[in-house]
Every structure is written in structure tokens, then in C-alpha cells.
């Protein structure tokens, strides 16, 4: 999702390896971050796979129940619901605490940290203002981010960037409203509709779907 960030937040970027007073200690009781968020916790196919996997439900069990759709820089893409009057995400519990902490999306999982993208790759930057947080303490993103094989990860965050990217311009270069709904409904289908299997592994079933569809896309884009 396309934003906004401060120029102070850019000032020091970071890579996995670096260290970042990114813990709030929200292990403690705190969950600001997951109230109010609107439509702004998008998911990735990575998200999917593993709420799925972690649910045992399917990607249309999770819209009845925990994601909705809404339209992200003209792209129809899931995000987490939030309800009630405090607009509380759909998984915390009534403590306060994330009834999916293990298997929790990626954006969860980065923030306060967001991610800058530039020359093909991106950087961590720590968010000044979204964390009410005072005195957060150090923490190294890759133990921050809690994630296994992190640099697989990377570069499928990498290439789900780039490509939506690529997606984007050419909608944008078209200016089809048909094209725009029918390769949308198409994107959305392919990599959150149809179902993984759970139990292989998600990277090598996300590529083979990136490669198919950038095949469309390349055609589209010669017409």
C-alpha cells in the first residue's frame, strides 16, 4: 500500500541484521496497534497461506469471518477486519491478546518498522510516529520479525512489490475500466481464491502463480 512517510522516518534506514528500539513490550497487555487500523492491514498471499494453514479454513471462511475486501492503489486486495466501536481486529481475544500471535501477518509482525522500497530492494524504517509507546527497547529486526527462512520471505516480499507495481502501471497505462475489474477479479482469485496446500511449502506454489500470471500480464501489456 502506497503512503506517505515522514522524511524524518527515512533519515536511517535499516536491514535485518540491524538493531532498533522497536519493541514496545506488547506481550505486556498493550494492543493500540490493533484497534483503528481501518482497511490498512493488507494481506499478502504469504498471510493467507499461513492464516489458513494456522485456522485450517479457507481463504473464503476467513472473509466470512476475519478479512474483508476493499480496493488498495486500484487493486482489489483483503485487509483485516476491524469491528465494534473501538474498531478492534476480528482476532484479539477479550484481554486484549492476539488469538493468532504464531502465525500473524506480516505487517503486524513489522510494526513499528515499515518498509522502504527503492532500486529494486527495500529497507527497514522505524515508524516516529504510529507506536504510542514510550521507551521502547532494542531489538534486531530478523528476532523482531519472527519469521523462518527470512530471506526467502524478503524476496517474496520483494517480488509481490514489485509486481503489484508492474500490475499498477499497467492499468494505469490502459486506462480500461473492463481490464482494470477483470485482471483484478483474476489476481484475487489466483493467489488468495485458489487454494494452497497447506502443507507444501508456500514460496515454490506462489512463484509458479507469479510466473503464470506476469505471462498475462505481459500479453495485456502488448495490446
Given at each position: 500500500m502506497?503512503?506517505?512517510?515522514?522524511?524524518?522516518?527515512?533519515r536511517?534506514?535499516?536491514r535485518?541484521?540491524?538493531?532498533?528500539?522497536?519493541?514496545?513490550?506488547?506481550?505486556?497487555?498493550?494492543?493500540?496497534?490493533?484497534?483503528?487500523?481501518?482497511?490498512s492491514?493488507?494481506?499478502?498471499?504469504?498471510?493467507?497461506?499461513?492464516?489458513?494453514?494456522?485456522?485450517?479454513?479457507s481463504?473464503?471462511?476467513?472473509l466470512?469471518?476475519?478479512?474483508?475486501?476493499?480496493?488498495?492503489d486500484?487493486?482489489?486486495l483483503p485487509?483485516?477486519?476491524?469491528?465494534?466501536?473501538?474498531?478492534?481486529?476480528?482476532?484479539?481475544?477479550?484481554?486484549?491478546?492476539?488469538?493468532?500471535?504464531g502465525?500473524?501477518?506480516?505487517?503486524?509482525?513489522l510494526?513499528?518498522l515499515g518498509?522502504?522500497?527503492?532500486?529494486?530492494?527495500?529497507?527497514?524504517?522505524?515508524?516516529?510516529?504510529?507506536?504510542?509507546?514510550?521507551?521502547?527497547?532494542?531489538?534486531?529486526?530478523?528476532?523482531?520479525?519472527?519469521?523462518?527462512?527470512?530471506?526467502?520471505?524478503?524476496?517474496?516480499?520483494?517480488?509481490?512489490h514489485d509486481?503489484?507495481?508492474?500490475?499498477?502501471?499497467?492499468?494505469?497505462?490502459?486506462?480500461?475500466?473492463?481490464?482494470?475489474?477483470?485482471?483484478?477479479?483474476?489476481?484475487?482469485?489466483?493467489?488468495?481464491?485458489?487454494?494452497?496446500?497447506l502443507?507444501?511449502?508456500?514460496?515454490?506454489?506462489?512463484?509458479?502463480?507469479?510466473?503464470?500470471?506476469?505471462?498475462l500480464?505481459?500479453?495485456?501489456?502488448?495490446n
Open positions: 502506497r503512503r506517505e512517510v515522514p522524511e524524518e522516518d527515512l536511517r534506514l535499516y535485518s541484521c540491524d538493531m532498533v528500539k522497536a519493541d514496545c513490550g506488547g506481550c505486556k497487555g498493550c494492543s493500540d496497534c490493533c484497534r483503528g487500523m481501518g482497511n492491514v493488507v494481506l499478502d498471499p504469504w498471510d493467507v497461506y499461513w492464516l489458513s494453514r494456522g485456522l485450517n479454513s481463504f473464503s471462511v476467513l466470512n469471518e476475519y478479512v474483508e475486501l476493499n480496493v488498495v486500484g487493486l482489489v485487509n483485516l477486519k476491524m469491528t465494534g466501536e473501538e474498531e478492534r481486529c476480528r482476532f484479539l481475544d477479550a484481554e486484549g491478546r492476539c488469538r493468532v500471535h502465525f500473524r501477518p506480516g505487517i503486524c509482525r510494526f513499528p518498509r522502504y522500497y527503492e532500486n529494486r530492494e527495500f529497507r527497514y524504517f522505524l515508524q516516529s510516529r504510529e507506536c504510542k509507546k514510550e521507551n521502547r527497547t532494542k531489538v534486531k529486526i530478523s528476532k523482531w520479525l519472527g519469521i523462518p527462512d527470512l530471506k526467502r520471505y524478503e524476496e517474496f516480499v520483494l517480488q509481490w509486481f503489484l507495481d508492474e500490475v499498477m502501471e499497467l492499468l494505469d497505462k490502459q486506462k480500461d475500466n473492463q481490464l482494470s475489474k477483470d485482471l483484478g477479479t483474476y489476481l484475487l482469485n489466483t493467489f488468495y481464491g485458489e487454494p494452497y496446500d502443507k507444501a511449502d508456500f514460496y515454490g506454489q506462489f512463484e509458479e502463480r507469479l510466473t503464470r500470471t506476469k505471462k500480464v505481459l500479453v495485456l501489456g502488448r
